[in-house]
């Protein structure tokens, strides 16, 4: 093949922009080690200090490019008369020279749009846009896209296979082909990368759209969902650093395994600080069961948990906890005796419902009532509530009064309570539930709330309870070990479609104004309340700005072939949506591998496995089985003397990875084999989708092993 006729310019190019960008590091270096003693006041130190905006020095100490290639592309711009060009490096940050004129210019800069976006149809002004193939500092090839009069846009790859099979076609507006499908048929190496270099139109445009407001991201598996909403995040930084780093930033994902796998995306983009969590790390302060630990919800309470009325029962028993005395209490105090009405508690019960929205902070205010209660009883004319609480805060009568009028609450105390009394559960079912649902929520009480190991569905209602309580005003105001809930100016929520109406209110509680990128595939909805459409998800969060969705259409995981099995899976889970078209042919299409019988079953899993690791050396493979089969499977390996990692312990950073399919989801692997798809349909809850969520992880090969007969979509 030909070099290209810049290729030595644009290797040179490179290399200056390093060297740049070197420099700049330096500088940067310095300008964190001056501290005031070193400036000697010199009013140039300072002001060169101040002119650096600390959240680039931060960036540019903490870079580490690792293999990430500083630039990727190049846009030329018709200047004023159409024979001249201006023309701007595309990379991952922004580097300039010393005369501080731009080298590259972040991708995220409203300058490199067109770079991402420009068609046939509308260039954006461009005449030409540069793909670079690229590792690290060296240059490989350069793949060139010409726009204006006589082209369309497309360069040297007009010769895309015509699309058959569920594969895109040439007219799809895909940019860099080339280097597209470079970047998807590298092996993968456990967790996912960025895709600066190669994001594309449709892409693009949710990554840059406004700040306000919802927006849902839909999209069939392996369209780019969950690394286009981290990109997106990364780009409100950039373009809103200021206030949003103060603010922060959360990403939500479904599980451990998964945020293992997403961890990298962010700091390649040279964005630390934002924090991916699981719901249960936003509730600190207890104990957690493992899903399936003896003690877990059955369905049915799961279910149960998940349902927005829980927040009208939660009501109910925090209102429950606020009672009237039933009788009178008399105290000794001196020579006399001073009294609390029953129909003064009332009104004072009843003043501060109507005066606190939050428990907890009325406590007080019932305190010092009662307190003025009992003076106002004295016959004493000089006893205030000063003296009566001198002499009973902290006695044993006083406590009971007010724990029975108001206690003080933590969620977890409260829960522990309603939970283990069928009397409270019952009571607080009123207009709510029946009272036989509410008792599906019962369970032996544990001798201390410390004790009480919660599930995973309590996760929120933990936290609605402490949104309606409220911290506990400890000694001096101070907050118990339940801090404030803590609110982000951006929230990022993947495999959104999973999250209960309680959990999907729990991200609300968490959002400053409303801003959220929501990313999904109802297809690919498992949970006990999936969602229908998105409706059924948005109403519970937050609507001051009308939300949008966006969809993306095609898909980069997953080859043709592949896709076109699972998608006879998702018909069959989800009719009426529509599958995504893959970017790619494979080399072979699935292979479907029955095992002569169930007891040699892992032993098939096993030989696969060995078949596929030398059909793709050096690839990460995964074996995705019914939770129940693992075992099995991995003694077969094991004996076999196959070395494999569990992704619950090791994520996918073993060469042969067991992956449960109840953590599956968003996980991505070069060769898959799936085993005993009927028992997958069986097991889950919507296993049917739960089979396609499978089949849909691996971007070259998919083997099946099976005992049981397949379910029908597949045969
Ligand atoms: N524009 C792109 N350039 C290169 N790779 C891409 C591009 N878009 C997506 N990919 C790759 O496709 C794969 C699938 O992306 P991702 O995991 O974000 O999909 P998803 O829609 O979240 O899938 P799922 O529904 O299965 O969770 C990833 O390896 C990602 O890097």
């Known amino acids: 093949m030909t070099q ?57 100490e903490d870079l580490d490019l690792g293999d990430a290639s500083l630039v990727f592309g190049r846009i030329d711009r018709v200047a004023e008369s159409p024979d001249q060009f201006e023309s701007f490096h595309i990379g991952r940050l922004a580097v300039a020279d010393e005369e501080r004129e731009p080298v590259v210019i972040d991708w995220r800069a409203p300058v490199a749009e067109p770079f991402y976006r420009a068609t046939g149809r509308d260039p954006m002004g461009l005449a030409r846009r540069r793909h670079f193939s690229i590792e690290g500092r060296n240059l490989l090839g350069i793949e060139d896209e010409l726009f204006g009069a006589g082209h369309l846009g497309v360069g040297h790859d007009d010769g ?42 449709e892409q693009d445009e949710i990554i840059r759209s406004p700040q306000h407001g919802v927006l849902v991201v839909q999209g069939g598996p392996g369209t780019g969902k969950t690394v286009v909403a981290l990109h997106r995040a990364a780009y409100l930084l950039y373009t809103h650093r200021f206030p949003l780093e103060d603010q922060g930033v959360l990403v939500i994902g479904p599980n451990r395994v998964f945020l293992r796998y997403i961890e990298r995306v962010l700091p390649s983009l040279g964005e630390a600080g934002v924090e991916q969590v699981v719901l249960a790390d936003l509730v600190r302060g207890v104990q957690y069961l493992r899903p399936g630990d003896e003690g877990d919800d059955s369905p049915d309470t799961a279910r149960l948990k998940g349902e927005d009325r829980m927040s009208d029962l939660i009501d109910n028993a925090v209102a429950d906890r606020r009672r009237p005395l039933k009788d009178d209490v008399v105290l000794p105090f001196g020579a006399e005796y001073i009294r609390l009405r029953a129909q003064e508690s009332a009104r004072i019960v009843k003043n501060a419902r109507r005066r606190f929205k939050r428990h907890n902070a009325g406590r007080r205010y019932v305190e010092n009532e009662v307190y003025a209660a009992f003076a106002a009883s004295s016959r004493d004319a000089e006893v205030g509530p000063r003296q009566i609480k001198d002499a009973f805060r902290g006695t044993l009568e006083m406590r009971e009064v007010l724990d029975r009028m108001w206690p003080v609450l933590t969620p977890a105390q409260l829960l522990h309570d309603l939970f283990g009394s069928k009397a409270l559960l019952k009571l607080a079912a009123r207009g709510v539930m029946s009272e036989t649902e509410a008792l599906l929520l019962f369970r032996p009480r ?215 399919v109840s953590v599956v989801k968003g996980l991505e692997l070069d060769g898959v084999i799936v085993v005993e798809p009927s028992r997958i349909v069986s097991d889950i809850e919507h296993g049917m989708r739960a089979l396609y969520v499978a089949l849909t992880r691996s971007t070259q090969r998919l083997t099946v092993v099976h005992a049981d007969d397949l379910p029908a979509p597949m045969r």
């Open 160 to 201: 895309l296979d015509g699309g058959s099979g569920g594969v895109v076609s040439a007219d799809s507006g895909l940019r860099g082909y080339s280097t597209l499908l470079a970047s998807l048929e590298r092996g993968r190496t456990g967790t996912l990368g960025d895709i600066v270099a190669t994001i594309q139109g």
């Open 446 to 660: 544990s001798a201390s709330v410390d004790d009480v190991r919660w599930t995973l569905a309590d996760v929120a209602l933990l936290d609605d309870a402490f949104d309606v309580l409220g911290p506990k005003p400890g000694k001096g105001g101070k907050l118990d070990e339940f801090d404030e809930i803590r609110t982000y100016g951006h929230i990022v929520i993947d495999e959104v479609q999973d999250l209960t109406p309680m959990q999907l209110k729990m991200a609300t509680r968490r959002s400053l104004s409303g801003s959220m990128t929501i990313v999904g595939d109802i297809a690919q909805a498992t949970g006990a309340l999936a969602p229908d459409g998105w409706d059924d998800v948005l109403q519970y969060l937050p609507d001051r700005k009308p939300p949008r969705v966006i969809g993306l259409s095609v898909g980069y995981r997953i080859p043709g072939q592949i896709m076109e099995l699972a998608t006879k899976v998702m018909a069959a889970a989800t009719p009426g949506l529509r599958a995504p078209e893959s970017v790619r042919v494979g080399d072979v299409g699935p292979s479907i591998v029955r095992a002569p019988s169930l007891a040699e079953l892992p032993d098939t899993v096993r030989r696969e496995v060995e078949l596929m690791a030398e059909a793709i050396p050096g690839a990460s493979l995964g074996v995705v089985a019914p939770d129940g089969m693992l075992l099995d499977i991995s003694e077969a390996l094991t004996a076999a003397g196959v070395n494999h990692g569990t992704a619950t312990r090791t994520g996918l950073d073993a060469g042969v990875t067991l992956v449960p």
């Open 4 to 60: 290209h006729p810049d290729f030595a310019d644009e290797q040179a190019y490179i290399d200056h922009a390093y060297e740049c960008l070197e420099t700049s590091r330096l500088a940067a270096f310095k300008i964190r080690d001056m501290n005031e003693a070193d400036m000697g006041g010199t009013f140039q130190a300072r002001f060169e200090r101040n002119a650096f905006d600390g959240a680039v020095v931060r960036r540019l």
